[in-house]
């Protein structure tokens, strides 16, 4: 089936550095979501975008649907402490179905 | 406040007992999915639902697994008999599935551990 590959695993930054993470598969996705998820909590949607070449803010994050469809980055300005947790890309594949497959998940920690 | 509710958020049961997840997602949203986490596999897709109807479970070991929507307003994973290897964090998500729109709202999961 569909994967994608999420990286880096895991960042360690101080406060007010920019962050940059990405996802790429070797499927053509139509939709590509970015969510962040809290220790106890679900994932919570950041940015979603649905054409490609697409850049959408929202805040301080920034994300790109890629113009070949097979990959997606989220950037972060700078850095605060409550942006710490674990950031997931999806993809979306419409199919009749559109169902989302998960990366394995980028891992923020930030240094005060 | 528009949110996915699941009940209950912790469970601790004995291997071999019948879990019963619960899930009601938000009004007016017509897709619902079952995702587990686990440190291992991240999140898998179990299970989705439109309309009410299953979609796919291609995902949901079958032998122990069911997923229903008895109504709109209630979506239930059930677990029979429970295994250690069940133990995770199993998520109910929904959303409004239209021509472009394949967003999905997570509820805060159930975090099930068989003992």
């Known amino acids: 089936g569909q994967q994608l590959n999420q990286s880096p695993q895991s960042m360690f930054i101080q406060e007010g550095e920019d962050v940059s993470m990405n996802c790429t598969s070797s499927?053509?996705?139509?939709?590509w979501l970015w969510y962040k998820q809290d220790p106890g909590e679900g994932p919570v949607l950041l940015i979603a975008?649905?054409?490609?070449?697409e850049l959408t803010s929202n805040g301080r994050l920034t994300a790109q649907f890629g113009i070949t469809r097979k990959d997606s980055f989220l950037n972060i300005s700078a850095s605060i402490p409550s942006d710490v947790g674990i950031y997931f890309c999806?993809?979306?594949?419409?199919?009749?179905?559109?169902?989302?497959?998960f990366g394995q998940g980028t891992r923020l920690t930030i240094n005060p | 406040d528009a949110r996915v509710t699941q009940t209950p958020r912790h469970k601790v049961t004995e291997m071999g007992q019948e879990v019963t997840m619960r899930c009601q997602p938000i009004?007016?949203?017509?897709?619902v999915f079952w995702y587990r986490q686990t440190m291992m596999q991240g999140l898998e897709l179990l299970a989705y639902?439109?309309?009410?109807?299953?979609?796919?479970d291609s995902g949901m070991p079958k032998d122990r697994f069911s997923a229903e929507m008895p109504d709109a307003t209630l979506a239930t994973l059930k677990i029979q008999p429970s295994e250690p290897r069940d133990s995770a964090v199993y998520f109910c998500?929904?959303?409004?599935?239209?021509?472009?729109?394949?967003?999905?709202?997570f509820g805060q999961g159930t975090r099930l551990t068989v003992v």
């Open positions: 998500a929904s959303g409004l599935a239209g021509r472009e729109n394949t967003e999905a709202f």
């Open positions: 499927s053509i996705f139509n939709t």
């Open positions: 975008l649905y054409k490609a070449g």
């Open positions: 999806a993809g979306g594949l419409i199919q009749g179905a559109q169902k989302l497959v």
């Open positions: 009004l007016g949203h017509n897709t």
């Open positions: 639902f439109r309309n009410r109807a299953p979609l796919d």
